[in-house]
């Protein structure tokens, strides 16, 4: 096991020219779920023009019902790899499939592994026989301690740039989707030398929750954030409830802007 030290700094995770892990708390946003080539194109221009300085987009989604929409996969794909190239934006995507990781690589700068795989064992130890940096999100139920074993996987097969985020933890709470653990932040801080993100989108579920959330995070010591945004939250096809529309994602970076670089 790695734990922090007194000596030890954080890890810095670097995804192509975006350092995680420095002095300059990064927000990675962008639409949970790839839907189109401009739903996709005008995100990213719009959070590129205020301040986030990688963009996520989901082409293989992991819904709870099978019934709803899970991603356009390949052209999904196809489309976060031009929009990367128009706008030089890094691009994060969530891999749930092992099978799937060659084809992903070849497109995204940093796998996201989510909350249902967080113990997905197999998986972890593929992305970690990559060089890709990975973003690993807490399980839906996951103590600390089983989130590092996890991170453990994959540093263990050679792969240590990790970057853990929060994202929420399943409560007795039903006004919110997941309640944020604000307390994990300092806490991973002390336990292990990875840079802690958090997403306050999934963490709320409600977009009027998102900007506070994200504040308290940052001053928390997180070393980033995620954030969903969509042009059109009304007419998302996941996580329209929590997404921030454009207006909101300028706002929030208003706020963000005077603390995110911590000293
Ligand atoms: C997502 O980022 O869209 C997502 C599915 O997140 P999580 O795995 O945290 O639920
Ligand atoms: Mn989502």
Redesign the pocket.
């Known amino acids: 096991a790695r734990r922090k030290d007194e000596q030890q700094e954080t890890t810095t995770v670097r995804v192509g020219d975006v350092i995680i892990g420095g002095p300059q708390v990064v927000v990675i946003a962008g639409p ?2 790839i839907e189109s080539y401009e739903q996709l194109l005008s995100t990213a221009l719009e959070v590129q023009r205020l301040g986030a300085t990688m963009l ?1 987009g ?1 082409a293989y ?3 709870t019902s099978p019934y709803s929409f899970r991603g356009k996969g390949i052209g999904g794909l196809e489309m976060l790899s031009q929009i990367k190239a128009l706008t030089g934006l890094p691009v994060v995507t ?1 891999v749930m499939d092992a099978r799937d990781i060659e084809r992903i690589g070849e497109v995204a700068d940093m796998f ?7 113990q997905n064992y197999t998986l972890l130890t593929e992305v970690g026989k990559t060089k890709h940096p990975v973003l690993l ?2 399980g ?1 139920a996951s103590t600390l301690e089983e989130w590092i074993y996890a991170a453990e996987y994959i540093m263990a097969e050679g792969n240590d740039q990790v970057v853990l ?1 929060e ?2 933890i399943r409560t007795f709470e039903t006004y919110t989707r997941n309640t944020v653990d604000i307390t994990a932040i300092p806490a991973l801080k002390e336990l292990t030398h990875l840079p802690v993100f958090l ?1 306050p ?2 963490g709320t579920g409600k977009w009027s929750l998102v900007s506070p959330v994200a504040l308290a995070g940052i001053a928390a010591g997180a070393d980033g954030l ?1 954030i ?1 945004v969509h042009p059109q939250p009304e007419l998302a096809l ?2 329209g409830d929590q997404s921030l529309n454009f207006e909101h994602f300028a706002e929030l970076m208003e706020k963000v802007k005077p603390v995110a670089v911590v000293v």
């Open positions: 949970c779920a996520r989901g989604k992991p819904r969530e996201q592994i989510g909350s249902r795989n967080m999100k807490r839906l985020c994202r929420g997403d989108s999934h995620m969903e996941s996580d």
